[in-house]
Structures are given as structure tokens and as C-alpha cells.
């Protein structure tokens, strides 16, 4: 068990117990208070709750135990491994984490195995260290923390935009900047409640994209997210009238390919270490698919 001291006030205590040298994130002190794990003066406290300076502030983070989920042999690419991290290039098709309707097969199964036991167990489960996402159809990098010391760095890293990632899209029609932003908040859509939407009351949400190459109907791009909001690319280009290829959740067009999911791919991250602090730059090239789409056009517009 931990303990603080309130040395601030009218701070939510989130807010507080995250800015001090605990080692937890944000999320993570959230699901420690909403599970009673944190006390304050020995009563447990909404994660509003403001602190008074003399606060007495209890923190327990509970044994890890073990996880249901099973480890599966999946074989997916790993581009980086240490003792820390792992980062693999997820094939499109692939979901990342368990749920309904996955219950396996997917990206933290292939992990389990793959790890043998060496995971991350924030949050009161040992299990594959996942600090962030991609949609199920988007292929490409993803980081796996694989302690506990890597994962809150990882995750603060990427909360504070210091992980820099680049993808490649192809999307339909020609756009006519070289290059632009896009800055528009994004929030759950009010019309499906399994789709995202450009809404005035959403979070912020930008988005940079470069043209790499233009063809006849379509255009090739890199793109550089600067927040990490749920199906974000896709809904930016789709917002500006340019959906991606093969995405018909957010485009009303035919697929032209007969790909199955959006051609969207994480092509490189830069961060830094977690724990070594070393400036990492890793990349993952193009899936078959993806680049006999883009042959089929160079071919044509020659």
C-alpha cells in the first residue's frame, strides 16, 4: 500500500494521485478508485472528488491474478522485441483484444502466447500489455508493454502526443492540396452507436496527411494522427469527401477492389524506449495486398 499526503486542493483526485511519482496513469488510477483500491481519509471518493490539502490518500493495487484468456499459436510478425516491449505488424483481419462475438484468435491470444508469461498486470490482471489500438481491418505496427514499467510509460508517452505515428491510406478521388489538417472534434455518431462522427461536442481529434501520389480516381497518402480517437482517420477523410478505399463502414461507394477492410495502414512509429530511453524508429512495409492495388494503378496511369 501507498500513501500520500495532499500538499493541493480543489486538484481531482485522478488528477492528483497521477501527477505525483506513483508510477500509475491516469486510467489506471481511475479504475483503482471506481474499484474502492484508493481511499481518502479511509472513505472511498468519486474520481471528482477535489482533494483538501491534509488529504490523507490510501492506494492499494491489488495482486495480479491470472487471466482467462488463453494463449493461441497465431503467427504474426514481430518487427521489434526486448525484455520491455514488443512491437508487431498486425495483419488486417485481426482483432486486438478479445470480446463478444471474438472471443479468440485475436491479437492478445497470439500474444499470450508469444510472451510465455512475461505481461504486463496493470489494473489487477496480468495480461499483453496493449497501449494502444488499431480497427480490426487496419494492418500494422502495434506496441505490447510487457511490464508493468514500460506500460505506464508507453501509455504516457502516447497521452502526452509524444509517439509519432505515420500510416498510408489510399482513398478515392484526387485531392488537391499537397497537404493539410484536419481538425475536427469526433465523438460517438448519434444516429449508430457502433459508428463514429464529426460532432461540435466530441473530443479533439487531428489529423495531418501528405499527398504521396496521385492516380486517375484515387489518391495516395501519409498520415500523421496527433491524437488517437476511435476510427479517426477513417472519419476525417470521409468528413473531407475522400473515404478510404475498401472502408464501407464510412464510404457509400462500391469496393473497387474487392478488398476486404479499409486500405489503411500503420506504417512507422517513433517513440522512445520506455525504459532505456533510446529514440526508436520502427517501420512495417506494405501488405501483399496493398501494394498489387497500388501496381494495378501505377500500370494504369502509365
Same mark, same amino acid.
Do not use: W
Given at each position: ?22 508510477? @500509475? ?9 471506481? =474499484? $474502492?483500491?484508493? !481511499? ?8 471528482? #472528488? ?70 504486463? $498486470?496493470?489494473? $489487477? ?23 508493468? !514499467? ?16 505515420? #500510416?498510408? &491510406? ?44 496521385? #492516380? ?20 476525417? !477523410? ?7 478505399? $475498401? ?8 469496393? =473497387? ?6 486500405? @489503411? ?18 517501420? &512495417?512495409? !506494405?501488405?501483399?495486398?496493398? =501494394?498489387?492495388?497500388? =501496381? ?7
Amino acid at each position: 500500500m501507498e500513501k500520500l499526503v495532499a500538499d493541493s486542493e480543489n486538484v481531482r483526485l485522478d488528477a492528483y494521485i497521477s501527477s505525483k511519482e506513483t508510477n @500509475l496513469s491516469r486510467t489506471n488510477v481511475q479504475r483503482l478508485i471506481e =474499484e $474502492g483500491n484508493i !481511499l481518502v481519509n479511509g472513505q472511498k471518493k468519486k474520481i471528482s #472528488y477535489k482533494v483538501q490539502i491534509g488529504d490523507n490518500i490510501e492506494i492499494n493495487i491489488p495482486e495480479a491474478k491470472e487471466t482467462s484468456i488463453k494463449a493461441e499459436n497465431i503467427p504474426v510478425e514481430v518487427v521489434y522485441e526486448d525484455n520491455d516491449i514488443i512491437v508487431v505488424n498486425k495483419p488486417k483481419g485481426m482483432v486486438v483484444h478479445p470480446a463478444n462475438g471474438n472471443p479468440d484468435g485475436t491479437l492478445v491470444n497470439a500474444i499470450m502466447a508469444m510472451c510465455k508469461g512475461s505481461l504486463s $498486470g496493470i489494473g $489487477g490482471e496480468i495480461r499483453p500489455g496493449i497501449v494502444h489500438r488499431l480497427d480490426k481491418d487496419t494492418s500494422g505496427l502495434l506496441i505490447v508493454a510487457k511490464n508493468d !514499467l514500460a506500460h505506464i510509460n508507453m501509455s504516457n508517452q502516447i497521452k502526452d502526443r509524444q509517439v509519432k505515428k505515420i #500510416y498510408i &491510406a489510399l482513398v478515392k478521388g484526387n485531392i488537391n492540396e499537397d497537404e493539410a489538417t484536419i481538425n475536427m472534434p469526433i465523438g460517438r455518431s448519434t444516429k449508430d452507436r457502433k459508428k463514429m462522427a464529426v460532432r461540435k461536442d466530441g473530443k479533439e481529434a487531428v489529423t495531418h496527411f501528405k499527398v504521396l501520389k496521385r #492516380y486517375k480516381d484515387y489518391t495516395l497518402l501519409k498520415v500523421k494522427i496527433d491524437t488517437g480517437r476511435t476510427h479517426q482517420i477513417r472519419v476525417h !477523410l470521409a468528413e473531407i469527401g475522400h473515404p478510404v478505399i $475498401g472502408d464501407m463502414v464510412y464510404s457509400k461507394g462500391k469496393n =473497387e477492389f474487392g478488398v476486404e477492410g479499409q486500405m @489503411l495502414h500503420a506504417q512507422s512509429l517513433d517513440f522512445k524506449h520506455p525504459i532505456t530511453g533510446k529514440e526508436m524508429h520502427l517501420e &512495417a512495409k !506494405l501488405p501483399e495486398y496493398f =501494394e498489387k492495388v497500388l =501496381e494495378k494503378l501505377d500500370r494504369e496511369n502509365n
